[in-house]
């Protein structure tokens, strides 16, 4: 199903600013793009732009980028450091705007009156200093998968605390073990010793009450007794619910097991609900998506967010017709045609109820709920020290879950290595 936008587009504030009395652009620009693509990606986004071509009389072009990300962010860090004028925009990983901050326009004034209908926590995760950085304009984050025939066939409700999933996961899983299925497991999730057990272990912390490792004020909160009660939980699942193996585990090798009807519940992002109903899927039709378990006595549950946004760089030379499409594709429109030609997930929560994206898409809407209670990693308050917080976490809770030290003892280490790094106060 294809839609128009042009009409959107016309009336914009943005768009009528690039247009003459007359109806055509004052000056047509070339506005280039820099993106990573997958799949049919490029296809989608250059029907997406055209009627925002029509509409202010600019073109755009797109510069395609390595399939590495970490390749793709080393050559955004070189461009931006040569302040490279000829790339307009930068299409950029949720946790990359706010390390490249300085070196992108202030998009606040302009989003003033789209940003509320954003996801709080996307335009949290973009905020640097007061200061909106990128324009948010697809998402992403985890869910619970569940293995709903399994959990009927032994009477059990969706696990609403880790405490909860643990105690099912291992009665489920010795169950069918007992039935004759011995490669059978509770619980697969990302342990390896990686940006994904960032991910997974900020969840357990955040749920149970002990934080965000590092606040949006720029505290280091991780060492407390929440954040250590969760992690030595996870902990407790190796070797038990969760395979010796889920501590070399990402994405991949997690829907593995899943997929092949081994696993009663699994973290995973949504990338994962399409391929385990294909057809040579042995889980297809048998399990549902949930929100992610709380901490025993805690309320909310946390999904680390993802997703991809769009930056202005301050040395584009088009800066007013690249600000107007950057707006254009944080819009309604542009998202609403990305969900349903791309299979995007929206960052305007109005979104999550529209009938035509739920008919294209049903599973879309399903997200809806996990991102009301998604929570960005902390590289907004720590910005171009993000990638050494994270990586000095991970280890942090990768030597815990293999047994080399405490939770307690490793968090108290992690707190001084952070507060080294720091270095002061402020990041």
């Known amino acids: 199903m294809t839609f128009s936008f042009k009409a959107a587009a016309l009336q914009s504030s943005a768009a009528v600013a690039l247009l003459a009395v007359t109806g055509t652009a004052v000056l047509a620009d070339e506005i280039t793009i820099a993106f990573g693509s997958v799949g049919r990606d490029t296809e989608i986004m250059q029907e997406l732009w055209k009627p925002w071509e029509e509409a202010t009389g600019h073109t755009v072009k797109l510069v395609t980028m390595p399939s590495s990300t970490t390749d793709q962010f080393g050559q955004y860090r070189l461009w931006l450091a040569a302040q490279n004028s000829d790339v307009d925009l930068y299409m950029s990983d949720v946790i990359w705007a706010p390390q490249l901050a300085d070196h992108f326009v202030d998009l606040t004034e302009a989003a003033k009156d789209v940003a509320p209908r954003h996801f709080p926590a996307i335009i949290e995760s973009q905020t640097v200093d007061g200061r909106l950085v990128a324009m948010p304009v697809f998402t992403d984050a985890p869910a619970l998968y569940y293995r709903k025939d399994l959990l009927e066939k032994y009477g059990k409700s969706v696990p609403k605390t880790w405490e909860e999933l643990t105690a099912t996961a291992k009665e489920v899983q010795d169950a069918e073990r007992a039935a004759g299925n011995a490669d059978m497991w509770g619980f697969v999730w990302q342990g390896n010793s990686y940006e994904g057990l960032t991910c997974d272990a900020l969840e357990w912390v955040k749920s149970s009450g002990g934080g965000q490792i590092v606040e949006p004020d720029g505290t280091i909160s991780i060492n407390n007794e929440n954040a250590v009660k969760a992690i030595e939980l996870a902990a407790s699942w190796v070797g038990t619910i969760s395979p010796e193996g889920v501590l070399a585990y990402q994405e991949e090798d997690s829907r593995g097991v899943w997929q092949t009807g081994n696993a009663v519940f699994m973290r995973n992002w949504p990338y994962a ?18 929100t992610l378990p709380t901490g025993q006595g805690h309320d909310t549950s946390a999904a680390t967010l993802g997703g991809w946004n ?47 994206i739920a008919s294209a898409q049903p599973i879309i809407p399903r997200w809806k709920d996990v991102f009301l209670q998604a929570v960005p990693r902390p590289s907004a308050p720590t910005r171009v020290k993000y990638n050494e917080v994270s990586s000095l976490f991970w280890n942090a809770v990768h030597n815990t879950l293999s047994g080399q030290g405490t939770a307690a003892e490793n968090l108290e280490e992690l707190e001084v290595m952070l507060e080294d790094l720091k270095g002061g106060d402020s990041w």
């Open 273 to 290: 609900y399409g391929l385990g109903n294909a057809d040579d899927s042995a889980v297809k039709g048998l399990f549902d998506v949930a």
């Open 310 to 356: 769009v930056a202005v760089s301050k040395y584009s030379q088009s800066q007013e017709a690249a600000v107007s499409l950057a707006m254009y594709m944080g819009s309604e429109e542009f998202q609403k045609g990305n969900a349903i030609e791309g299979s995007k997930l929206p960052t305007i929560i109005t979104l999550y109820d529209d009938a035509d």
